[in-house]
């Protein structure tokens, strides 16, 4: 069974600030791992992806992860938040490309002016 | 169309009463999911659907949810005889073959 682990419901940074939220995963078989970002009443839009190939990834806004597979781990970052950046974030991993998510319990990040 | 689309976008419903929530996936995507989301959750998986194949379901809750889907076009998920612990957000997610999900805006259902 695979499971991820988002450590830290709420995170608050300051603008222009890192952002660094943190996902774990567990997967018995190589997984693939997705970033989604949900803004207030929208449904969630995809960030970033990891499948196969580089493990540095980049996405949309600014953001990027990395795929640790030594610490199982697969963490957002982004140099300098926006006040644009406020959502919920969703971190979550499936054994095939396209097959069912499982999804973390979510972050929701605050900037602050 | 441009994208996922759900209806209705909220949902209202006595306990022990049944809804229909739809989904229009985007056109010739061959793959279709839902997923609830509590409040203060993430999301659940519940249903995925892709092509001809048979459905797997095993993400459903219990015998009172079910969900169709024609061809590769519109899905409907009922829920019979709902209960409180069913008010959620239930979200709809169309991709092809082997890509990356993309997601409706959801419907929120509260049972009262």
């Known amino acids: 069974a695979q499971s991820v682990t988002q450590l830290g419901s709420h995170v608050s940074v300051s603008e222009g600030a890192l952002v660094l939220l943190r996902c774990n995963y567990s997967s018995s078989v190589p997984p693939y791992l997705f970033w989604y970002v949900q803004y207030p009443n929208q449904g969630l839009q995809l960030l970033l992806k990891y499948t196969t190939g580089a493990t540095l990834v980049k996405g949309i806004n600014g953001f990027e992860a990395e795929f640790k597979k030594s610490e199982t781990s697969f963490h957002l970052t982004k140099p300098s938040a926006h006040m644009s950046d406020a959502a919920e974030y969703f971190c979550a991993v499936s054994t095939e490309y396209g097959n069912k998510l499982v999804f973390g319990a979510g972050t929701i990040l605050r900037v602050k002016s | 169309g441009a994208g996922v689309s759900q209806s209705p976008s909220n949902k209202v419903t006595e306990k022990g009463k049944d809804v229909e929530l739809r989904c229009d996936p985007i056109s010739g995507h061959t793959a279709l999911y839902w997923y609830r989301q509590r409040l203060g959750q993430g999301l659940e998986f519940l249903i995925y659907?892709?092509?001809?194949?048979?459905?797997?379901k095993s993400g459903l809750p219990s015998d009172r949810f079910s969900a169709e889907r024609t061809g590769e076009s519109v899905s409907t998920l009922t829920i019979q005889r709902t209960q409180q612990e069913d008010s959620a957000v239930y979200l709809c997610?169309?991709?092809?073959?082997?890509?990356?999900?993309?997601f409706g805006p959801g419907t929120r259902l509260t049972v009262t």
């Open positions: 997610a169309s991709s092809s073959t082997y890509r990356e999900q993309y």
């Open positions: 659907f892709q092509g001809n194949s048979a459905p797997d």
